[in-house]
């Protein structure tokens, strides 16, 4: 019983301990340090550890691979009047020499002195400091200033000195360099200038934003935003609409990952606390707006710290006003911002049952003028002030698994991703807290949670000239292939030749199935040899007539839309030599690499008749963590993403049955299509927004999509870019159920930012055939599955079929084939739509492929089928200029890369389901557009055979042989054209197009 009782503890309650974290011998920490390190551990210690001090900052970022948490900064001395049991919480805690009393709370201030410009940089994963020097244009020493995170760099603003206020400069340093210096960044007109006590966030992945504090006279109460991505730099005043916050100091604010920033607390300008809070947004069409929190939080406070967990905000310690600070049992308090019933402020619960050790309000209560930051779900808290003495100690919290919705076993599980268990610091903190016992025979895990996707390889001179973005031409580094030849680096392992074979020779046997329906049509699909689209005649629709009628004026769009040099990759490392590799014990390689070093990708795009190169290996990805979630009592949608949105530690169920019922997903399906039937054929979507290929009921490869570049959830990205999907949702895979009531719930909690588009595989004469059916009814029962599996392909028939993001690139499924000529024409097909009904459009749209080349124009038939088309560059280049866009972008083809260019770049094929049907060897990939119209490439590579190594035979589904059957006796059309290799003749009976 009391076992039982410390493990309920465990569950509901908020985990502490202190953090004995150690020096660090990595040479990433500076010579100096490392040296001293290896020469006297003791010394060593005191060194790389940030010592005593108040008013200091502390930040997460990504360097080297890894997340760290950088402490910049702050207060290690004081003198003066201590102030009894005031704790240091009087006054604004100048450092000013002049300043030293105050009559307003009839008592001496604290005097600080000592301000630093150190720089500290702990290692959560292996619980290791490590001092840093660094040169360049090296900030004053300072306290009380801002800091933030862009990216893979420290922001530095404001802030007061022994000598008065600091300049009015953003200091930047980039830790991903060989060489990390400062860099002073000059901003042009009017600012927020010098000040101290206030708060600098960086909102929505784009702004850096500065709100009150005081320029040492006043209290003040204005908000400035600098857009990272404009240059030259300019501070801009913001005017938001809303309930507008009142002036104050010492107030503390987070920011949200979907971009929110959360404004908490602080002194007003009469000298009381307050205990108010705010949320700052910026809206898609650029209005800034505050909204208070509901309710008012527990206790007034300043000088107090708040970190972000999800969308729970955790508030530790502060002032409270009149020489007092927060008393330990309110030292601590929740305002859980989620969306749900769960909302609004929560203070900490006592456990009478809890026999833990410590108790993290005591360990954190009573300070202030510290610090915290989040790493996954803890919560790192350092130094402050209490009664008078600064305070240099480490304390690590651990949110609650009941506050997530998870149990003590599936956070054990998110844990060994997190932090390895076998350092100094860790064993400690796991004894002290009575983990140690469950978290034994876990993985050391190298850090493979990316919460922080940047470029871990810039140019040393990239910020030369104070700039935020990134350079033009970074040294690549190189990944190894795991038993590869390194010639290749970043192009998927190739398939053995046995595979391909197989492939190749039954790849028409998919198409064949629809071309049984062109038979049953009352139309002709028309010649396809021929460089003309036949016969086919269209009047644009006065609807689409702005964009796609012949007769109208072509817009000259105002930015180009450009493919980015660079291509995101996530590889796998080798596993370590000495334990088993598992998905948790291998790391997550993030790399920025040139789109010129994939050997598959271009090969389109090649000057016509030039000799193509053999494709290279390259490393596969790692596997990521999976759990599963228990699913709450609430609407259905909500259920599903209770359940199955939970990118990073999702995993599937062992006995194949799904958890949703035939009822529930028809009521699943009843709401997503009354969404679909508010929407046009052809959608009109605003950037930036993510779009993916086929996943082809792959559902491991979409969370690992989402886990490596942010998924659409309140904790996610969706408040600030669109989510397109491209169709191909199911077939093949294992998991088609969980891709489409994953993909349709979504749509039903965001039907403005999540778009589905139709693919060849929602026609229920296809997905009879090539596993959506067996799927429903092997995991819902005979009747259950077939009735579930014709509501799913009734919805399907009300999918739109092609969308026009910023009215410059167009998206859709196949292609534009022999029939398309203008937009307008998609628009005109009225749903629902069937391929008998549809017509040679909706073959084209669904069926059709580019040629093998850019030497190849006109229409020539498809290796698919006979009946079946694929099109040229012309085509594409007639197609852009008619429509007035820029690009196509589809999918419908596995291409070696998961991304590959055609028609000189004007259109582009994304593919995000890796290793196709087992045998393909393929990455996959989604792409990014930004607001500048750039596209970013990111990719994921096709796990490792050895990550599948540590489940036992009755636990492990092998999502590529669960449809072996099917995809042996159907196989899919493998990658075409591959580089040096040519296709027989014989197997699909075609011309030679060449």
């Known amino acids: 019983g009391e076992a039982r009782d410390a493990r309920d503890a465990r569950r509901d309650t908020m985990l502490a301990a202190p953090f004995d974290a150690t020096a660090s011998d990595a040479s990433g920490a500076g010579g100096a340090a490392a040296q001293r390190s290896r020469a006297s551990p003791g010394a060593a210690d005191a ?67 000592g301000a630093t410009n150190a720089l500290h940089v702990l290692d959560p994963c292996e619980g290791s400091w490590s001092k840093l020097e660094c040169g360049g244009d090296v900030p004053s020493p300072r306290a009380a200033h801002g800091a933030a995170t862009v990216g893979g760099m420290l922001v530095v603003h404001g802030g007061i000195g022994p000598d008065g206020l600091a300049d009015e400069d953003l200091y930047v340093l980039d830790l991903a360099t060989r060489d990390p ?67 104050r100091t010492y107030a503390s604010a987070s920011t949200r990952s979907d971009g929110l920033l959360l404004l908490c607390g602080g002194r007003g300008a009469d000298g009381f606390a307050l205990n108010d809070a705010y949320g700052l947004a910026r809206h898609r069409d650029g209005r800034w707006e505050w909204a208070e929190a509901p309710g008012k939080a527990p206790t007034r406070r300043y000088q107090h710290a708040t970190a972000f967990v999800d969308a729970r905000l955790h508030i530790t310690g502060g002032a409270s006003g009149g020489g007092q600070l927060v008393s330990s049992d309110a030292s601590m308090s929740m305002l859980d911002t989620s969306a749900g019933g769960g909302t609004g402020w929560r203070g900490p619960e006592a456990d009478s049952k809890s026999q833990l050790p410590f108790d993290a309000s005591t360990l954190v209560g009573r300070r ?34 009941r506050d997530s919705g998870t149990t003590r076993a599936e956070r054990t599980r998110e844990l060994s991703t997190l932090i390895d268990a076998t350092a100094p610091a860790w064993q400690k903190w796991l004894a002290d807290t009575g983990l140690s016992a469950e978290i034994l025979g876990m993985q050391s895990p190298r850090n493979t949670r990316d919460s922080f996707a940047i470029n871990t390889n810039r140019d040393d001179a990239a910020y030369s000239n104070g700039s935020f973005s990134s350079p033009a031409s970074p040294e690549v580094s190189v990944l190894r292939p795991l038993g590869g030849s390194p010639s290749s680096p970043d192009s998927p392992d190739s398939m053995n030749e046995a595979a391909e074979k197989e492939l190749r020779h039954a790849s028409a046997q998919e198409a064949a199935v629809a071309l049984e329906l062109v038979a049953r049509r009352k139309f002709s699909l028309g010649g396809s040899e021929s460089g003309s689209p036949g016969s086919s005649v269209h009047t644009p629709s006065p609807a689409f007539g702005r964009m796609s009628s012949p007769d109208s004026a072509r817009r000259t769009p105002m930015s180009e839309v450009r ?82 949105l939970h990118p990073h530690t999702w995993e599937p169920s062992s006995d194949r049955r799904f958890f949703l019922s035939a009822n529930a997903i028809n009521e699943l399906c009843d709401a ?130 092609a969308a026009v993001i910023e009215d410059r690139i167009c998206c859709m ?70 429509n007035g866009i820029q690009m196509i972008i589809r999918a419908h083809e596995c291409v070696m890369d998961g991304f590959e260019r055609f028609a000189q770049g004007q259109l582009l094929t994304v593919f995000s389901a890796t290793n196709y049907c087992g045998t393909a060897n393929n990455a996959g990939a989604i792409l990014v557009l930004g607001r500048d119209l750039t596209l970013y490439p990111k990719l994921i590579h096709p796990l490792p055979p050895l990550a599948m190594e540590s489940l036992s035979p009755s636990d492990r589904i092998d999502d590529n042989l669960w449809l072996q059957d099917v995809n042996r006796e159907r196989p899919p059309t493998p990658p075409r054209g591959r580089l040096g290799q040519t296709q027989p003749m014989g197997s699909y009976g075609l011309i030679n197009p060449t």
């Not at 108040?54 to 003066?80: D, P, S, Y």
């Not at 596969?620 to 009592?633: D, F, I, L, N, T």
């Not at 017509?839 to 040629?851: C, H, K, Y």
């Open 47 to 113: 060194a790389a550890a940030p010592g005593a001090r108040c008013g200091h900052t502390m930040t997460a970022l990504r360097w080297n691979q890894k997340t760290k948490i950088v402490v910049f900064g702050g207060a290690t001395e004081l003198e003066g009047g201590h102030g009894g049991d005031d704790g240091g919480a009087r006054g604004d805690g100048a450092m000013s020499p002049n300043v030293v009393s105050n009559a307003k709370d009839g008592g001496a201030w604290v005097k600080l002195s």
């Open 181 to 247: 210096k400062w860099h002073r960044v000059h901003v042009r007109g009017e600012g927020p200038g010098k000040r101290y006590a206030h708060v600098l966030s960086f909102v929505a992945q784009r702004f850096l934003v500065v709100i009150g504090g005081t320029d040492g006279s006043k209290c003040v109460d204005d908000a400035w935003v600098l857009d990272t991505t404009t240059k030259p730099y300019e501070w801009s005043k913001c005017n938001p609409s809303g309930p507008i916050p009142s002036a």
């Open 813 to 882: 499924h196949g292609g534009i084939g022999r029939s398309l000529t203008h937009i307008s024409q998609i628009d005109a097909l009225e749903r629902p739509l069937n391929m008998e009904n549809g017509g040679v459009e909706l073959m084209d749209i669904l069926w059709s492929d580019p040629t093998e080349n850019d030497g190849i124009e006109g229409l020539r038939p498809n290796a698919r089928g006979p009946g079946l088309v694929t099109f040229g560059p012309d085509r594409v280049k007639s197609f852009c200029e008619t």
């Open 563 to 644: 493919l980015h040099h660079r291509a995101v990759v996530v590889a796998a490392a080798p596993p370590d030599s000495d334990s088993k590799s598992t998905p948790r014990g291998v790391a997550s390689l993030v790399r920025q690499l040139s789109i010129d070093q994939f050997e598959n990708e271009a090969r389109r795009i090649g000057t016509p008749g030039a000799d193509m190169l053999t494709p290279g290996d390259t490393p596969a990805k790692a596997a990521r963590a999976r759990r599963a979630q228990e699913m709450a009592a609430q609407p259905v949608h909500r259920a599903v993403l209770a359940h199955l």
């Open 368 to 401: 202030c003028r510290h610090t915290s930051v989040s790493y996954g779900p803890f919560i790192f808290v350092y130094g402050g002030l209490r009664n008078g003495a600064l305070l240099d100690d480490l304390i690590v919290l651990e949110e609650a698994p």
């Open 672 to 801: 997503a299509e009354g969404c679909f039937k508010r929407e046009r054929t052809v959608l009109q979507v605003n950037g930036p927004a993510k779009i993916f290929g086929d996943l082809h009921g792959q559902f491991g490869d979409l969370m690992r999509l989402f886990a490596e570049y942010g998924s659409p959830s309140t904790a996610g990205d969706i408040a600030y870019i669109d989510y397109v999907f491209l169709g191909d949702y199911v077939d093949r895979g294992a998991y088609s159920l969980e891709v489409m009531t994953l993909l349709l719930a979504l749509k039903i909690e965001h039907p403005n930012q999540v778009h589905l588009l139709r693919g060849n595989h929602e026609e229920s004469d296809i997905n009879a055939l090539f596993g959506f059916r067996m799927e429903c009814v092997e995991r819902l029962g005979e009747a259950a599955g077939d009735a579930v599996w014709r509501r799913f392909n009734a919805l399907f028939e009300w999918l739109p079929l």
